[in-house]
């Protein structure tokens, strides 16, 4: 199978792909030996219930893809706090302006290797588009990454860093509000000191990736 050429399928399709897919989170943890629950090592309720939803592993089914997100739509200005739903998921087209390793953070147990941080995506509107207010962040988790690498597909952030970037992709995953990132975005801190993307909001965890023809194309 191809590098990009693949989502997570939600396991409501049929009861072969839920014996699939439990075999492919059962793959994923044995890859993954370091004792590190899908609430991290965080300590706030707060940091707890956001590194949960970070950790989701469960691709999100037909139904729960909210047809009104487009990039257009989460890069819209003005406070977007609560424009979206963190239980809904969403398919977006955008340009890849760069692919970042993640941060050391609770999510992941302050882990420090590649292969147990998260892979940043940034994309874009177009390439007209890239200075870093317009920016929106999607994310590869460590968890997620195990899940493709058992099916013989390479997420890692170096692969993602070299094949990425320039090209335009569809990402399919869960929305998600950082909260960690409100003092840092257009839509919730315009005109502050420090910000350097357009919005909270994130498609985390990505669990569709693929690269596809510009718009228009």
């Known amino acids: 199978m191809t590098l990009l050429n ?18 492919v989170a ?4 044995a890859q993954a030996p370091w004792s590190c629950g899908p609430t991290g090592d965080a300590r706030s309720a707060d940091a707890r219930t956001l590194d949960l939803l970070k950790n989701r592993t469960e691709a999100p089914g037909p139904a729960d893809i909210d047809s009104r997100v487009d990039l257009a739509a989460i890069v819209a200005p003005g406070n977007d706090r609560h424009r979206w739903d963190e239980h809904r ?13 993640g941060g050391v953070e609770s999510a992941n147990c302050h882990a420090r290797s590649l292969a147990r941080r998260d892979t940043h995506i940034e994309i874009v509107l177009d ?10 962040i ?5 968890r997620i990454r195990a899940m493709m690498a058992s099916r013989g597909i390479d997420w890692s952030t170096r692969t993602l ?10 990402v399919t995953g869960w929305l998600m509000f950082d909260t960690d990132h409100v003092k840092q975005s257009q839509n919730t801190a315009a005109g502050q000191p420090g ?23």
């Open 195 to 217: 910000v350097w993307r357009a919005t909270a909001w994130e498609v985390h965890p990505v669990t569709g990736l693929d690269i596809v023809p510009a718009p228009g194309h």
């Open 26 to 29: 059962a793959t994923a943890r």
């Open 138 to 142: 999607v994310e590869v988790t460590p």
């Open 89 to 101: 998921g969403a398919v977006v087209i955008g340009y890849v302006l760069d692919v970042l390793p």
């Open 6 to 23: 693949a989502m997570i399928h939600p396991r409501v399709l049929t009861l072969a792909l839920t014996v699939a897919w439990c075999g």
């Open 161 to 170: 860093e070299h094949d990425l970037p320039g090209h335009w992709v569809k």
């Open 127 to 136: 390439p007209a588009h890239s200075d870093h207010p317009n920016r929106v």
